[in-house]
Structure formats: C-alpha cells, structure tokens
C-alpha cells in the first residue's frame, strides 16, 4: 500500500457496480473514490452533530416549529382579513407589529441555544489524533477522521471512533479501556487484538496492512459486533473484544493501534449485511463488482459509530401548558366565530327591520347588494375586533416570563458549586413550567447519585471496630469536615489522598498486631490491581474502584503492593519489600462472590524460602535503587515458611466456609457488619487458611488438569476452590462507602413526598444498584418484597411479572397513588422517615428488560412497575433507557424527566420531556443534550420543588388573569354591538385598543408572573406535597379555563352595562345629557384599567417593589396617556388621528362619572372577594394554611429543614462481590497482561519491579525528609544473618 488506507463502503459504490467499474480521481490526501461518470462518490467523515439547523434550514424549520402555534397561524389569518378595507375596522400594523415581534423574539431564542450546541459540536470535532496518512503519522481532527483510517492512541486518549484494535505496547495485544460514558462503569475493561495483527506495531508494517473486513451494519447494541477480516488469505473472526469503541479512554497502555471501521455520517444502509472492503490504490488499477451485489439502498440520517447511534435524536420539546393552548386557542376561535355568527346574523335582521329606514343617510356601499351580503361583512368585522381574546402580545409575555424564570435558576445560590465553580444553568427557556408537573424521574447511578469515588471507611479486625471517633467521654463522635485525620507522613508510599479518621488502628499497626498486620497483608495480596509509575507517583489500575479503595487502605497502613508478575506479588511491608510466590487465583464470578490468592514466600527452588528485602531505614538511607535490588535476595531457609490461602468476599458466603473454631469470632463480626450495613456501607469478609505443603501440591495437580478439561470445567473447578477454601479463620470484614453526592437520600425523600416516583437506570450489575438503592434509602430492610425479573426468554419474564403482579393486588397493601395528602406541615423532622416507607420495589436486568419492553409485554411491566414504589433497571443500554422513557411517555401520559452525567445518559435524556445533565466525572456530553444542568443530584429538589412549582404556579397564575382581563376587555364590543345596530363600531379608540395590552396592562402581569409565590422556598421545600398540584394540573386546565373566562365574560358584562345604565338616567350638574359615545368609551376604559389593577393586587400573593412600581406606574400611565392623546396640542399636530379633543377632560370632571366609576368597580370586584373570603375561610387548601402560618412567622427568620438520616439495620451487602468482573485473575497467572521486559525464565527482581522508579524517588527524596520507621530496623538484621 502506497497510500492513505481508506475502507470503501460497499454501499457506497453499488450504483457504480451496476456501471462496470470505478476510475481513480484526484486525491486530497489519498486516492478519493469517484464513479465512473466522474462524480465523486460519498465520503464517510466522524464529525458530530447535535444541533438542529444550520443556516440554511434555520428559517424554515424554525418557522415550521413557531407555527405548530395555532396562535400564530391563527394571527396570520388575522393579518389577512385586516388588509381587506372593507370588513376591517382596526389598521393592520395591531396584528403585523405584535406577530413579528414574537416570531423573532422565539427565533433569536432558539438560534442562541442551537448555536452553543454548533459551539460544543466544534469542540469534540476539532479535537486531534495521529492517523497514518501516507506512510506517517499525522495530526488530523477528529471530523476528517474516515473510514479505514489507522489511528494511532496513547494513554489516556479518548477514542475517536469504532476502531477495529490491531495492535499495543502491552503484549499479546492486550489493552485496558474505561468505559464510563457507554455504560457508567469506571473499572478497566480487557480488549485484546488479534494474534495475527498483534506484531503491527512498526509504521511499515501498517502501512503495508492490506485486508478486507465484512462486519454487521451501524447498529446501538454496545456489547455485540460481528464481523471476519480476511487478511493473507486466512479469515479471521472479530467480535466486540476487537473493538474499541467512542467514548472509551485508553487506560494503563501506553499506545495502541486500531483500523476506524464506524466513523461518522452514514448515507446509505446496505441489507442485509455492511460490506467494508480495505484496498491498495494505484493508478492502473479498476475494480469490478458483480451484479448480484446490487442490494436495495436505504436512506438513513444519523451516524455510525455505537457511541452516537445510543445518542438518539434531537426532539422539539413542548410544555403541556404549550399543547393545552393550542387546543384552548381553537375554542377561543370558536367562541369567536359563535360570536361572529350572532352579530352578523343581528346585523342582517337589523339592516332588514330598521336599516332600510336609514338609507337616505346612510347609504350601503357600491358592493354591498343584500342584507345578507352585509351580514356576512360584519361577521369577517367582528372577527377582527374581537381578536383581542388572544392576543399576540400573550405569547411575547410567555417568552419573556420563560427567560426570567431561566435566569432565576441560573442565578439561584444554593444551587451553585464552588467545589467545581459550577453554577446551574437554564440551557433551554421554553420548558420552566414543565419542572413544576413532573411525575417520573428516570435516573442514572454512577455520577449521579454517587460520586464514583469508594472511601475505605471502617473494618472489623479480630472482633475489634475501627473507624469511629470517641471523645473523652467514651462517646461516638460524628466526622465532619473539621475532624483531624490520621497523619500518615511518616509514611512516604502513602496515598495523600486518603484519609482515616481513628488513630488507634495505626497503633495497633506500629505495635505489630499480629492479626492486624496479617488482615492488611491479606489486602495486599488478594486483588487484581494493576501498579504503574505516573509523574513519579505509584499508582494503581484497579478493575473495580472496591478494590482500589481496599489496596490504597492497605498501602497508607503500611502494606504497599507495589508490583506483580504473573507468579508473583511484591509489597513493601513495614518499611521492608517482601515479593510472595503466586501459586493460584482463585478468580471471583457472581456465583462464587469471592476471591481467593494461593502464595507463600518467595521461593525460587523447591523448598519454602522466604526472601525479604530488610532496609536499614528506608526513610533516612542513601541506599542506591541497584543497591536495593540486589539487597532483596539475601535469604535464608526459614523451617517455619508456611503456605497460605487469603479470601474475600461477600460475607454471607464466607462464613458458610470457616473453621468452627472461628463461631465466637464470627458472631461478634455479625454483629459489626449489621452495624456498618446500618451505615449504608458496602461490607465485605476476609478470611484466611495455613496449607500444607503436600496437600497444596495435591490440590496444584488438581487444578492444573482441570483447568485444561474442555467439558464442565467451570462447575469442576468451582467445586475443586470450595474444596479448598473450607475451613478458613476469619480475619475481619472492610466496609467501604461507595460516596453519595451530598443530599442525595434526603432529596429522594422529599421527591418521594411529592409523588414523584423515581427509577434508576443503570448500566451497572444488579447488586451494586441494589445496594446504592440502600444507601440512598430508595430501598429498606422493611421493604414488603423486591420482585427481581431475570428471565432470558420471553415466556420466563411474562411469567415473572404476572406473577409479582398478582401478588401485590391479591394483598390489601397496595399503594394507592391517589392518597390524600400527608399531613406534614408540623412534622419538619419527620420528611425524611415518612417518605422511607417502602411497600414494593422491582428490579430488573438488561436481557429481561429487552423482552418486557416488546409490545406483547411492555403494558403488563410498565403496570407492574408504577404498582412498585421504586424501580431498578440493571445492565441497561442507552437505547434501552430511552425505550423504557419513552414507554412511560406514551401510555401513562405523564412529564418525564431525566438525570445522567454521562454520554450512555444522552438518549435518554433526549426522548424524556426533560433532560438534566451532572456536571460529573464522565465527560460533557449529557450537559450538552440536556435542558437544564447543575453539579450534583441535590439540587435537582430545588429546581422541581422551588423553581419549578413556582414557574408552574406564577404561569398558571400570569394565564388565568391574562385571559380573564382579555375577555373582560373584548366582550364589551359584543355587548355594544346590540346598541349599535350590529356595525362593527368599536367602544374604545384605536389608539386604547392598541395600548391595552402593551402598555397598561402588560408590566402588572409581568411582575406577578415573574415574582409572585404563594409560599417562600423554605416552605416549598419542607411541605413537598404542595407539588402535586402541578402533577394533577389543577393550576391551570380546562376548568380553570373555564372558569377564568367566565369571570372575564361578567366583568365586561357590567363594565358596560353598569356605566350605561347609570348614564342613560344621569345628568351634568349643569343639566347636559352625559350620553356621547366618547364619555361612555373613557368611562368604561377607566373602570376596565382600574378593575383589573385591583384585579391583580388580589391575585398578588407576594408584593415586591417591582410589583408596586408597576401596578401603580401602570395606572399613572394610563391617565397620562389618556390626557395627552385627547390633548389641544396633539390634535393641533395631527387632527385627523386625535380628533377626540377634550374627550376625556370634559368626562373625568364630573363627579358623577367617578361615582359611576367607583360603583362598577365595586360591583365587579366584591362578588369575588366574597368568593375568596367563603373558600379560604371554610375550605381552606394546604397552601391557605401554609401562608397563614408563614405570615404568623413573618417575623421569625425561616430555617432550612435538616432532615435526619435513618440508619439501616441490617442487609449487608458485598462490596467486592457486586463491582468485580470475572476474568482477570486468569488474566493475571497466564502472564498475558505482563509487559515482555517483565517476563524471564528465572525468578528475578526485575520482573516484580515496575514501580522501581517510584521507590527510587522515594529513596531519594528521604534525605530532605525525616520520618519514623515502621519497625525496628536491627531486629530485621538480625532475622538475615
């Protein structure tokens, strides 16, 4: 190969097939694919795309989604109509100004938000990596990385797409990947490359790799691939171990190789298989393909790597407030064309009965033929003035109410980080309200309930409790921040990190407790980690953080592992190194739950030799590393050398294997354990066996032949490590924290008090979300039943649901969803232990959630699922978290709302009505797609509880009155119709008509909807049951709707028929008739401004001088206005717009009109007081009397409630069995994972010594230090001599 490799897509190059053959074009940098005609054929790049438009389909898609509105395309029709003279009486710029406004206002909006997205898309695109382009490594971004590209990656890189992995630094092709954004798991994953390709690792030799790989199309299945490559002839099968997908981080490898086999946009899909070919390129040569090849192409938009075909797509959300408008808009424009109907029908039989005796003065127009002809006119005329019903300018205060409410969140405190520096960000404004009806919160695990970090907290060691703080009382002290921990500096392998808070368990180390030093030996010895040297620093590769935490514990109380070979472990113990014989691992699987290490000392003939190295001080010597090495071998025969089985791992299976002498022993460590499970802890038992010699070497015969059998072996051999592992002593048990994120169990406490029902979506193994369940206090030990599902077929999972099903509604304890609410307005401490009352809860794995979310079951385990109070589902994929979103979404009809920090969270965040991505460890992809993001799972209370119920509350609130003081504003048109022989006329001014909703009554509105709160943040976050009134709708619906309009339809009643009345019996004082039209029009315009501004003072529930400001500036304004329109002056400007001179001066002096004014104001706003004070008084709601309260205690200063944490009693649970994965002990003895330069045929430091730098630098930085030896450094010479 003399050219860039590149994988030519079969798909691509079917059309060309049909033709006869392709030609070579003109490469950019490589040979390009062109047909035969000379086009150039579709190329296949790895860009990324999470935005919606660009700039060609911003405009019209945006105005696609702007008019699913049937507002705005309802104002449309208005603008229309208003261009027709002759059935408009309004000029057409009311309609045209409002519309545009919104439409560019909503535009500029949604191109912001797209353009950060375009922004964080670059981001990722433009990142580099090393492709091999013409015989070299290249940098080249991430977006120009094709198909069949080889790329090259080192530690700790990101990959950048599906590669195919040809070849590594560690032997045997073997490579370590984090795979955190795909699944949520942070334990190193194995891939190893093919044999014949693992040798590949020289330029040359890739650049002269030609070879064909046929695999499966793009699909979103993370644990599945299949595919062969034929290569020299031979065919060779690939599978998932092969493959290094995006999103992985390349871990503890120095550099690997891979072959891109999905990259980015895919046009075509090729059915029924993907046909990647991989070619030399040269000027002469063409290619032919036959005819039979020619499969259907299918168009697909999306891309091809895992990574993002789990992303799913990028959804135009919508409110539920959004979708009740639209539907109440189409019965405003019915009532509207009711009401257009009515007059035009008047207007007919008005034209037929008394028209006709007006015609000398008031002639039809040339056009107009009929009565009915005028009928139909007038109707078109009503339309219009009419309008206001719903006006344009309620959709420009919905935005702008949006807008303060994200900023209200992106300026909340309590929400902000300063561990991280991160503040919560709104990163959408349309979907404020929604936060305030949620009633399914789909949650992630690792990253978002838990910091992804485990804490070596406390151990039992020999029936002793270390761990806790006393005081000098003897009393258990709490540890807090401000607790003084251990000093370990008197100890230079220690881990600055770590930290231990019980002085008395170093102590006991210094004083060489027997039993204490043998359990930590054992914590050195029993694991699967891996040592490395970074920046200086020993560092571990741990297959699961449990077993990083236990080696850290064991390394800072002077047991440090610091290398390994395949048949051997060194530690440096108590200042000295001692390397142990390897003899076996006995591997841990779900069945075994633990683990077991065969060793003795280190013994290189066939004799127990114990070979230590003894270090005169390794703190304060000049001792060379060579020095060290050498020193490490003098030994000498010890007649008591012993063999040794250590084992951890879940205690309930430990015990079952222990010596009875150990039955004292073992009650005692019961007992500790209940209490650290109480803790939420993650426990674990250490035991441990003297063998002899002979039997080893029995047993040793044993597993050697068994390990080699083809049928059975796994059931033989885990019959043959029982065998050896009975009678063990028990050492002591570890409890780990797996650590929460702060708040979390309190916050899950009160989201469950407001009925919101919370699952968990983890890509995790089933035990290690159950016990996190524990730990956050989703489950308890008084749990009725946890029904788990693991069937593998169809038959066995339907039958596992029905019959959990049956069982929960065959008893009387059946939650019922529909209970009243918890009376917990006095019970601030009680939150926490009322919401903790479990009933039912379901788990369920990955392969039985993929068949009950088929069609035939998803209703029966979607029924059985809402009948649990929570829900767990294990070993998910991302694609199956957005399913079982989504099935939530379409039957139960309910806001869903979605929490995850990493990319395996992104698909479903999308598909649920609102995304929330965690600032967290594994990357910025689920805050990219989310709607909302914040740091930690605590302040996800606050944004539900107090940002969203108040946004629901204040937008509730800002349309019941908006469409109240609308239809109390246009209604007096319909009514003054019958007084104006059905013409259209209209009461008030244009100028008043225009004004209205923009100038008067827009800002009191606005304030309300922006500050109003029925009870303060405190009370909304002791009291959770006040959010089921967004859950249940009951804010604002259909009957509010309703409701409100009819308010809105009697206040226009008597705004126009109160002043009528009056005025067509009063008199000027001077005896003058007060019956003009312009004195009715002021008139009812002052009662209408001054009735809905008392209006929305009884609506206020919290007065802020904003709200004051406006209100009252909106009244001065309305005068001001009113005086300076009717003025001399302007009708001396412009005589033909103001031409109502003096209209209001001549009104608004007369004290009658005042009275008359005074008098409809009582009239339309006593009727609804009397209202409120009856339903407050004698119905009270929760939130009635929850204000009261808070006024009597307006003076007092509201406290945070502090919710107590409820220990649990009992379930221990397994640390290190629920977060280990089966396979690396036999990783570890067949030497595969060991670099070559470790690996000799004789026992040699060498090969234990891959940290050798790091203890050099430790020597060496020993003589600006001075620090205490662990031991005695004499008595160790003397054991030498």
């Known amino acids: 190969m003399t050219d860039r490799h590149r994988l030519a897509v079969f798909m691509e190059i079917t059309q060309a097939c049909s033709r006869g053959q392709l030609q070579q074009g003109k490469p950019r940098r490589g040979p390009r694919k062109r047909w035969h005609s000379g086009k150039e054929s579709p190329t296949l790049d790895n860009r990324i795309k999470t935005s919606k438009y660009n700039i060609f389909t911003f405009l019209p898609v945006n105005l696609f989604e702007q008019f699913q509105r049937v507002a705005n395309a309802y104002f449309v029709v208005l603008l229309i109509l208003q261009l027709i003279p002759e059935i408009s009486s309004l000029s057409w710029f009311t309609t045209v100004v409002p519309l545009v406004l919104v439409l560019v206002i909503t535009a500029v909006k949604d191109a912001t938000d797209d353009y950060f997205r375009h922004k964080s898309d670059q981001q990722v695109n433009n990142r580099k990596s090393q492709v091999l382009i013409r015989g070299s490594l290249q940098k080249e971004k991430w977006m120009n990385v094709r198909v069949g590209d080889i790329i090259k990656l080192e530690n700790n890189q990101f990959v950048a797409a599906d590669i195919l992995l040809l070849c590594s630094s560690e032997p045997y092709g073997l490579c370590y990947v984090e795979t955190a954004e795909l699944d949520g798991e942070t334990n190193l994953k194995v891939r190893q490359a093919l044999s014949v390709t693992s040798d590949l690792g020289d330029v040359s030799k890739l650049h002269d790799f030609d070879g064909e790989v046929i695999c499966e199309p793009p699909n979103n299945k993370l644990d599945k691939f ?117 007059m035009a029908i008047g207007n007919t039989v008005w034209e037929i009965w008394v028209g006709r005796s007006f015609e000398m003065f008031l002639p039809w127009a040339e056009f107009q033929s009929s009565a009915v002809f005028s009928g139909f006119l007038t109707f078109w005329s009503y339309i219009i003035i009419l309008n206001t019903v719903v006006p344009i300018s309620l959709y420009v205060s919905v935005e702008v109410l949006r807008l303060g409410h994200s900023f209200f969140i992106n300026w909340d405190v309590k929400m902000y980080n300063s561990q991280t520096d991160t503040a919560a960000v709104a990163r959408t404004t349309t979907l404020n309200e929604e936060l305030g009806q949620v009633e399914f919160i789909f949650s992630d695990k690792t990253g978002t309930l838990t910091e992804n970090i485990m804490v070596f907290n406390k151990c039992s060691i020999n029936g002793t409790t270390y761990g806790d703080v006393y005081d000098e009382f003897g009393h258990r002290v709490e540890i807090t921040e401000k607790t003084a921990c251990v000093d370990f500096s008197f100890n230079l392998l220690s881990d600055g990190s770590f930290k231990f808070y019980d002085n008395t368990l170093v102590e006991a180390v210094k004083q060489k407790d027997p039993a204490v030093h043998e359990f930590f030996r ?182 050697l032949f068994l390990s080699s059998v083809l049928e059975s072996r796994e ?32 916050t899950i406490s009160r989201l469950n008090l407001a009925d919101i029902k919370i699952w968990v979506l983890t890509g995790d193994k089933q035990e290690t979300a159950v016990n996190i369940a524990y730990s956050c206090n989703m489950l308890r030990d008084d749990t009725t039943e946890v029904f788990v599902v693991s069937g593998h077929t169809l038959m066995e999972v339907q039958q596992q649901l029905r019959r959990a099903k049956e069982h929960i509604l065959s008893l009387s304890r059946v939650s019922d969803t529909g209970d009243d609410e918890k009376n917990d307005m006095y019970g ?106 914040f740091a930690q799972f605590r302040c996800l209370q606050r944004l539900l509880l107090v940002h969203g119920r108040w946004s629901y509350f204040r937008m509730s609130s800002f349309l019941s009155y908006f469409f109240y003081k609308n239809f109390a504003f246009t209604l007096v048109h319909f009514w003054y119709g019958f007084f104006c022989g059905f013409s259209a006329q209209t009461v008030y001014d244009e100028w008043f008509i225009t004004l209205f909703n923009i100038v008067y009554t827009s800002l009191p509105v606005l304030a309300m909807g922006l500050f109003d709160q029925d009870v303060n943040d405190q009370n909304s976050l002791r009291h959770p049951s006040l959010y089921k009134s967004g859950q249940s709708h009951l804010l604002f ?12 339809i009697t206040t226009s009643f008597l705004l126009f028929f109160v002043p009528y009345g009056a005025f067509s019996v009063m008199v000027k004082e001077d005896g003058s008739q007060l019956s003009d039209q312009q004195t009715l029009a002021v008139t009812i315009a002052t009662s209408l401004v001054i009735v809905v501004s008392v209006q929305i003072g009884l609506d206020t529930h919290y007065w802020t001088g904003v709200n004051h400001l406006f209100v009252w500036g909106s009244l001065t304004m309305y005068f001001v206005v009113l005086f ?144 205490v030896s662990f031991g005695s450094p004499n008595k160790h010479q003397s054991n030498t001599e």
């Open 226 to 342: 299949t595919g062969t490559l034929n290569w020299r002839g031979n065919k060779y099968s690939l599978d998932n171990e092969k493959i290094l997908l995006r999103g992985c981080i390349l871990r503890n490898t120095e550099w690997c190789f891979g072959m891109v086999i999905f990259a980015g946009l895919l046009f075509f899909i090729l059915s029924p298989i993907l046909v990647i070919f991989i070619w030399s390129f040269h000027s002469s040569d063409y290619y032919f393909f036959p005819s039979f090849f020619s499969y259907v192409s299918l168009p697909l938009t999306g891309l091809q790597t895992k990574l993002m075909q789990n992303c799913g797509k990028t959804k135009f959300k919508r409110t539920s407030i959004d979708k009740l408008m639209n539907t109440l808009v189409l019965w405003i424009f019915a009532f509207l064309i009711c009401m257009g109907v009515i």
């Open 522 to 703: 054992l914590l050195a010895l029993c694991h699967t980690v891996m040592p490395e040297e970074s920046e200086g620093k020993l560092v571990y590769q741990a297959q699961s953080p449990d077993e990083g935490a236990l080696v850290t514990a064991a390394r800072n109380f002077g047991f440090a592992f610091c290398a390994r070979t395949p048949e051997s472990v060194t530690v440096c113990e108590m200042g000295h190194a001692v390397t142990y014989q390897l003899l076996a691992i006995l591997d841990f699987n779900n069945t075994r739950k633990r683990m077991s290490v065969i060793g003795s000392i280190f013994t290189p003939k066939s004799k127990t030799i114990k070979h230590y190295l003894i270090i005169e001080d390794i703190f304060n010597t000049s001792m060379t590393f060579s020095k060290y090495c050498s020193a490490l071998f003098c030994s000498v025969r010890d007649e008591e050398g012993r063999i040794k089985l250590y084992c951890k791992g879940a205690d309930t299976i430990i015990f079952d294997l222990l010596d009875p002498s150990s039955k004292d022993l073992v009650y005692t460590t019961s007992e500790q354990l209940n209490y650290f499970a109480g803790e939420g802890l993650r426990t674990l038992a250490l035991a441990y066996k003297e063998l002899d010699e002979e039997y080893c070497d029995v047993w040793m015969k044993k597993f």
């Open 715 to 746: 059931d033989q051999l885990a019959a043959l490590y029982e065998e050896i592992e009975q009678g063990m002593k028990l050492l002591g048990a570890t409890a780990i924290e797996d650590k929460l994120q702060e708040g979390v169990p309190e």
């Open 828 to 933: 601030d401490d009680s939150v926490f232990e009322e919401a903790i009352i479990a009933e039912y809860a379901l788990v369920i794995n990955g392969h039985s959630l993929a068949h009950a979310l088929e069609p035939p079951l998803e209703v029966l385990f979607l029924d059985l699922a809402c009948l649990c109070k929570s829900v767990i589902c294990c070993r998910v994929t991302p694609m199956q978290k957005a399913q079982v979103v989504e099935l939530v979404r379409r039957h139960k009809r309910a806001v869903t709302l979605a929490v995850g920090d990493g990319a395996n969270d992104v698909s479903m965040i999308k598909t649920s009505h609102i995304g929330v991505g965690i600032s967290g460890q594994e990357g910025m992809q689920a805050v990219l797609a989310s709607d909302f993001s």
């Open 1037 to 1048: 619906n259909k009957r509010q709707f309703f409701l409100c309009t009819l308010h809105g």
């Open 1124 to 1267: 300076a329109m009717q003025s001399d002056g302007l009708f001396g400007i412009f005589p033909n717009t103001f031409s109502c001179v003096g209209a209001s001066r001549n009104c608004l002096s007369e004290t009658s009109v005042w009275l008359v004014i005074l008098l409809t104001t009582a009239v339309c706003i006593v009727p609804d007081l009397f209202i409120r004070s009856i339903r407050v008084n004698l119905f009270p709601t929760q939130t009635d009397k929850l204000r009261r309260l808070q006024q009597s205690r307006k003076k007092q200063r509201p406290q945070e409630q502090n919710l107590r944490r409820v220990r649990r009693t009992s379930s221990r649970r397994s640390a290190y069995a629920f977060s280990h994965q089966q396979g690396f002990g036999e990783l570890i003895t067949s030497g595969k994972n060991m670099r070559a330069n470790r690996i000799s045929s004789t026992c040699s430091y060498e090969r234990t010594a891959p940290s050798s730098n790091f203890i050099d630098n430790v020597i060496k930085r020993t003589n600006a230090v001075s620090c």
